[in-house]
């Protein structure tokens, strides 16, 4: 039934109920009176007036009465009452005859009959839903009895394409338990987890506790983990009373549920000051971090954002994803080009004449960048240079670059062109109007060339998984973590500062890869782990910040904030380009020199 049709069936149906309920409550409460009286045609007009006006304001006629609740309840009873008393007040004033008994009794009418006519459109699905053939999939447990795991039970039942059958619950509120819900029962808490998989021969587990703590839901899924079966999670609350959830769209449980800490608090009143109504240009847009960041302000209302990238696929998917979710209120223009051509960065700056730049594009992976310096150099130095002196020339007023935590006594190729981007950077902020700062931070989640996602490959072509070292260890944080965490930083940029990103505690590679294996529904010495070694330019343990980095106050509770000591960006330069003249060996010497030259960060005036 459409829109249309639907507001002008319950507009009827809502209209006789009303007029017949004033005569009915007429007859019965004065047998002997006369039904066709000019003063029971008025009220009965008024009624159904009121009755309209209430039941528009509150939006009866446009609600999706198939999932009714306690909620659509509540409207029909505010508008109902509204109504009668509304009609009440207007019949005092026309007639001092008020017929009071006759409006409770119409109330009383009212309420049962419309609520049925509305609950009745939701019966008839369900039994539509529960007349249909059995269906066969999945046998599985919902943990968790409460709204979200109610919510995933029934979009299992009545999803024809879903392969999940649910077939009871469990939770710890002893309350609930030897209840039904939706027909399935609850069959206890926890501790009779292992004898519910094996009595009703459970095929899957789906954890549906989303508004527990991180730690709260990390003890649960362990236990999970432990009786071998197969185990997903559903998302945040907030993406299920958004609506955004669907039982084809469950989440996997991944790595970053177990990492054991909240997602990052904002002050998203800084950002959005920071990017509402502005043109916003972000180089590597295609790119993992580029493209999250990109949707990340989009969020804030700006002006216009300039996608800039090499990779036209990866520019493409990103347009056309932000067109489709914020292109009613945001212009999106595309460039594609290469940040190591310097004037076709300056030719795109004055195009555009962004006010906040966002440089995102590099090259990041460290082994590669190991057997080609020259390129390191190249794209990650002089195309930072590239785009920070064309955003100076065209009076930008915040430019961003994303740097690395191997920027920190760098070992590597990669982490020495970060640390050199950045002292160009610093170099830059004392001569320019522009605010130029770096944001640094470490492994990033899900990222292209990451870990997790060749560890999920490995999995999936059965292993083995391969680790470079058991005592490799790294700060991670998630995509949208990283980029919101940039934007942020960016929000309080005052010029010349590298701010840190608090990663959290560190986590041994060896262990995600355990971890994942074991939420993948598989044990270690099924898939196996194998150690490869340390890898060029490697570090076993990466640095956030050096020791005199730290300082007592910090920016925000997750960012921390330094300003390098004075270095001659002239004379890096001339040892950098003279470098490039030489074999790869002598280039990645030549880096690490400069680069691990005065490293120490002195605290920011704040």
């Given at each position: 039934m459409g829109m249309h049709s639907r507001v002008v069936y319950f507009g009827i149906v809502d209209s006789l109920i009303v007029f017949f309920s004033v005569y009915v409550s007429t007859v019965v409460m004065f047998p002997s009176s006369d039904v066709f009286s000019l003063q029971l045609l008025i009220l009965s007009s008024t009624l159904i007036v009121c009755h309209h006006v209430f039941a528009s304001y509150n939006k009866l006629y446009k609600r999706a009465w198939e999932y009714a609740g306690v909620e659509e309840m509540v409207v029909i009873f505010k508008s109902i009452t509204l109504s009668v008393v509304l009609a009440t007040a207007v019949q005092f004033f026309i007639s001092a005859d008020v017929y009071l008994r006759v409006l409770a009794s119409a109330w009383m009418i009212q309420l049962l009959f419309i609520s049925a006519s509305r609950f009745s459109w939701r019966w008839y699905r369900d039994k539509k839903v529960a007349g249909r053939s059995v269906k066969e999939g999945k046998r599985t447990l919902i943990i968790g009895a409460g709204s979200a795991g109610t919510m995933v039970a029934r979009q299992m039942k009545n999803k024809s394409n879903c392969d999940l059958l649910p077939v009871a619950f469990i939770d710890d509120d002893p309350r609930k338990h030897q209840l039904h819900i939706l027909s399935l029962p609850v069959?206890?808490?926890?501790?009779?987890?292992?004898?519910t998989i094996e009595d009703m021969q459970i095929e899957k587990l789906i954890i549906a506790i989303p508004s527990l703590s991180k730690k709260e839901l990390s003890m649960i899924k362990e236990k999970c983990l432990q009786t071998g079966v197969e185990t997903q999670s559903v998302p945040m609350y907030e993406d299920l009373v958004m609506g955004k959830l669907t039982v084809t769209d469950m989440k996997e449980v991944k790595i970053d549920d177990l990492l054991g800490r909240h997602p990052v608090d904002l002050e998203t009143a800084a950002m959005e000051g920071f990017i509402s109504g502005r043109t916003v240009l972000v180089t590597g847009a295609g790119g993992s971090i580029g493209s999250e960041i990109c949707r990340q302000l989009s969020q804030f209302s700006p002006s216009r954002v300039v996608l800039l990238g090499h990779g036209e696929n990866s520019i493409y998917?990103?347009?056309?994803?932000?067109?489709?979710?914020?292109?009613?209120h945001v212009e999106y223009v595309t460039e594609i080009a290469d940040i190591k051509d310097r004037e076709r960065m300056f030719d795109i700056m004055h195009k555009y004449e962004p006010e906040v730049v966002i440089h995102a594009a590099a090259h990041k992976h460290v082994p590669l960048m190991e057997k080609n310096?020259?390129?390191?150099?190249?794209?990650?130095?002089?195309?930072?240079?590239?785009?920070?002196?064309?955003a100076d020339a065209?009076?930008?007023?915040?430019?961003?670059m994303i740097s690395s935590d191997k920027a920190v006594n760098p070992t590597s190729v990669m982490g020495s062109t970060k640390r050199v981007a950045e002292m160009i950077v610093k170099d830059l902020d004392k001569q320019s109007a522009t605010r130029f700062v770096a944001v640094r931070f470490g492994n990033v989640l899900g990222s292209r060339g990451s870990v997790i996602p060749r560890f999920v490959d490995q999995i999936k072509r059965g292993g083995p998984v391969t680790v470079t070292d058991p005592e490799m260890t790294r700060y991670f944080m998630t995509i949208p973590e990283a980029?919101?965490?940039v934007l942020q930083a960016a929000s309080l940029a005052q010029g010349g500062e590298i701010f840190v990103l608090d990663m959290g505690e560190p986590v041994k590679i060896v262990d995600l890869a355990r971890n994942l294996i074991e939420l993948s529904g598989f044990r270690e010495d099924e898939i196996g782990i194998t150690f490869t070694g340390v890898r060029p330019g490697e570090k076993l343990y990466e640095e956030l910040l050096n020791v005199d980095e730290i300082q007592e106050e910090q920016v925000h509770p997750r960012i921390h904030v330094g300003v390098s000591p004075e270095v001659d960006v002239?004379?890096?330069?001339?040892?950098?380009?003279?470098?490039?003249?030489?074999?790869?060996?002598?280039?990645?010497?030549?880096?690490?020199?400069?680069?691990?030259?005065?490293?120490?960060?002195?605290?920011?005036?704040?």
């Open positions: 069959v206890g808490g926890m501790d009779l987890l292992a004898d998917a990103i347009e056309m994803e932000l067109k489709e979710s914020f292109g009613d310096p020259d390129e390191a150099i190249r794209n990650n130095v002089w195309g930072t240079k590239n785009v920070a002196e064309a065209w009076g930008v007023a915040t430019f961003v980029s919101k965490l002239a004379e890096v330069m001339d040892r950098v380009e003279a470098a490039l003249l030489q074999d790869a060996a002598t280039i990645r010497t030549t880096l690490l020199e400069i680069a691990n030259r005065g490293q120490t960060l002195t605290p920011a005036a704040l």
